[in-house]
């Protein structure tokens, strides 16, 4: 059983040595640049984009132009009229349709909302904006996290299949070198049939969830490819490396953009607040100039209007909203504290597993050794035998899923912490 180790180092190196190797880090990185979730960040930024074109805009995004047909009894003659804007620039005309020798009225003027021109709504929506461009990349960031997260849990599943493919495959050599040797010992009457019967069944069953863990890795292959768009074809998959890394720096991060997306929302909703409250105490005021042609004279315009004893529920909602967020962010600040420590004590588990495991495998590797010799010298019997190996195959197992379970969170505690 000292062969299982040796075999895998040399395979490993031998690939390594190739270059036909693949590694999580590679996997990633991969990711990172043909993830679907750079499309869809993509096209919002370009809906933004769109927005901060149109906020800039202003009022003077297009022309606006209507015309009424109206028949006007004063004038006994239908009467058409025009209005044709463009931002705070107007020019309103009149013509009767009846006499065709009266003379054209049209008023041209400007006319500016003084409201507007202190803090204009687009004014504040521009605000909004530039914090809601950083709320979309918290989000997209976030959105991919969670697919390296799954990228990672397929890549620790796949190497664990392996990693079992790979101690079985070597310990059925190793039993059926020893069906050699029982089958000639029985041949000579020297091994009782339910002990060869034994071997046998043992070396089936190991056949089976071979054949198992095999099918196993080749849908994970299929499923890399239509999860993560990544074709692993014959290469090897790596065991994960985590020597070297600084998990303090990555849990101290871990809940921090969780943290930034809810006070850049706490943010928006202020902006709200903050124009919601202007607009409110703010009358509208509009002052302006224009020229009439019919009498041939400029004006000064001047109007005024505010909104009295009325319940604005908009800005009412919007100081509910900020409190409730403020709530939200509080508690979260304390579940973020929680978390940390969850992974510490997570991370603790793993590595006492890891421990756990690899001691018993050593210590049923002593016991499978010593009932082999016991059972040359007639102590045991060749099931005993079996159940030793069994036991140690299992542990041997396990200890090296238990390690490859402990680098993968690691890794994602790395992914967690990513800034």
């Known amino acids: 059983m000292k062969k299982i180790g040796i075999a895998m180092f040399i395979y490993s190196a031998s690939a390594l040595a190739s270059g036909n190797v693949i590694t999580l880090d590679e ?16 096209v919002q930024k370009q ?6 074109k149109t906020y800039k805009k202003d009022n003077y995004n297009g022309v606006s ?28 005309a009149q013509r009767n349709n009846k006499d065709k ?10 006319e500016k909302s003084v409201k507007d021109l202190i803090f204009s709504k687009n004014k504040n929506n521009l605000e909004k904006l530039n914090i809601t461009k950083e709320i979309n990349r918290l ?34 050599k190793n039993l059926n070198k020893e069906l050699e040797i029982l089958s000639k010992s029985y041949n000579l009457g020297a091994t009782q049939q339910i002990e060869l019967r034994t071997l046998q069944y043992n070396i089936k069953n190991q056949e ?25 074809g014959e290469r090897v ?36 607040l903050k124009y919601l409250n202007y607009s409110d105490k703010m009358p509208e005021l509009s002052l302006g100039v224009e020229h009439n042609t019919r009498y041939n004279e ?27 967020q403020e709530i939200v962010f509080s508690q979260k600040e304390n579940e973020v504290k929680a978390e940390r420590l969850k992974i510490w004590n997570t991370l603790y588990s793993y590595e006492k597993d890891y421990e756990v495991n690899a001691n018993k495998a050593e210590l049923e590797k002593a016991k499978y050794e010593i009932k082999r010799l016991e059972y040359r010298v007639g102590k045991s019997g060749y099931i005993d035998v079996m159940d030793s190996f069994n036991d140690y195959l299992e542990y041997e197992i396990a200890r090296d899923k238990a390690k490859n379970a402990l680098n993968s969170y690691v890794y994602e505690i790395m992914v967690r912490g990513e800034k």
């Open 27 to 42: 996997m990633l990185n991969t990711l990172d640049k043909t993830s679907y979730q750079n499309e869809v960040y993509d």
């Open 47 to 52: 809906i933004d984009k769109n927005k901060e």
């Open 65 to 92: 132009a209507s015309v009424t047909n109206k028949y006007s009894d004063e004038e006994q003659a239908f009467v058409t009229t025009g209005l044709v804007k463009y931002g705070d620039f107007y020019i309103d």
């Open 101 to 110: 020798d009266k003379k054209e009225e049209a008023t041209f003027g400007f």
């Open 139 to 172: 989000q997209y960031k976030s959105d991919l996290e969670t697919q390296k997260l799954s990228l990672i849990a397929l890549y620790r599943d796949y190497r664990s299949d392996e990693l079992e493919l790979k101690i079985r495959e070597n310990g059925l």
């Open 208 to 232: 089976l969830e071979i054949e198992t863990l095999k099918n196993s890795l080749v849908k994970m292959k299929n499923r890399f490819y239509y999860d993560f768009g990544i074709k692993i």
């Open 237 to 272: 998959v790596e065991p994960i490396h985590i020597e070297g890394i600084e998990l303090e720096k990555y849990i101290s991060q871990v809940g921090v953009r969780s943290l930034s997306l809810l006070d850049l929302e706490k943010q928006v909703t202020e902006k709200n």
């Open 298 to 324: 400029n004006r000064l315009t001047a109007k005024v209007s505010k909104d009295i004893f009325y319940f604005n529920s908009e800005l009412e909602n919007e100081k509910e909203n900020l409190k409730s």
